[in-house]
């Protein structure tokens, strides 16, 4: 079984994010970042449903959305984005936002909208120092740390069964099989775990 070291990620967005991805099980999960201006967000686009929708369909494909762009005094359109993301109730997102900034009176925000099932945050947000004055709007620090820290079902592997294991494992997500949802269940109704599956051969063994 191949383990990955943690690895600590500086990804220049329009703000900045550092990431940190703990060792996977088995195989490496994937993880989607994405960085999107949507043009002035405000309460003019907030207040446009059609919009607004849209936007926050961009958002719910990615695990983690750096925003930019925000420019809203009342700041009460970020929260509404947040909303119509979290709406349609397939995953859960939650935000982590900057002050407002600009050295005239139009002020931007940034801001990162992730996947709660995820990554969690680690720590508090900061604004780089711009001793120089060399930014219009200093770019926004977050930490985020991959969620699959906090697990708690595992599977483990002796080095002697590394010649039986196929390579092919993964979680039963048995909730998202469309005719569960119709049969009137809830993912709660039949545990608070998902399985841990692989799949080995068994004509392949020397030991």
Do not use: C
């Not at 979290?86 to 992730?114: C, V």
């Not at 991959?146 to 390579?167: C, H, K, L, P, V």
């Not at 099989?177 to 709660?188: Q, V």
């Amino acid at each position: 079984m191949k383990t990955q070291l943690h690895r600590t990620y500086l990804i220049p967005l329009f703000a900045t994010l550092l990431f940190i991805i703990p060792p996977a099980v088995f195989a490496y999960d994937t993880i989607t970042i994405a960085s999107f201006n949507p043009r002035i967000f405000g309460t003019t686009k907030a207040e446009k449903p059609a919009i607004l929708q849209e936007i926050a369909s961009i958002i719910r494909r990615f695990d983690i959305v750096a925003v930019q762009k925000i420019r809203d005094k009342s700041e009460t359109a970020p929260k509404e984005l947040l909303t119509a993301v979290n709406a349609d109730g397939s995953y859960h997102y939650d935000m982590l936002i900057g002050p407002r900034l600009g050295r005239t009176s139009s002020k931007e925000q940034y801001a990162f909208f992730y996947r709660t099932s995820s990554v969690v945050p680690i720590g508090s947000t900061t604004i780089w120092q711009d001793t120089s004055d060399k930014f219009e709007r200093e770019p926004f620090f977050a930490m985020l740390m991959t969620a699959q820290s906090n697990t708690y079902d595992r599977m483990a592997e002796t080095i002697s069964m590394q010649e039986d294991w196929t390579g092919i494992w993964n979680v039963l997500r048995f909730d998202e099989d469309p005719s569960f949802e119709a049969k009137g269940l809830k993912a709660l109704d039949n545990s608070d775990h998902y399985p841990a599956w692989a799949s080995f051969y068994v004509d392949r063994d020397t030991d």
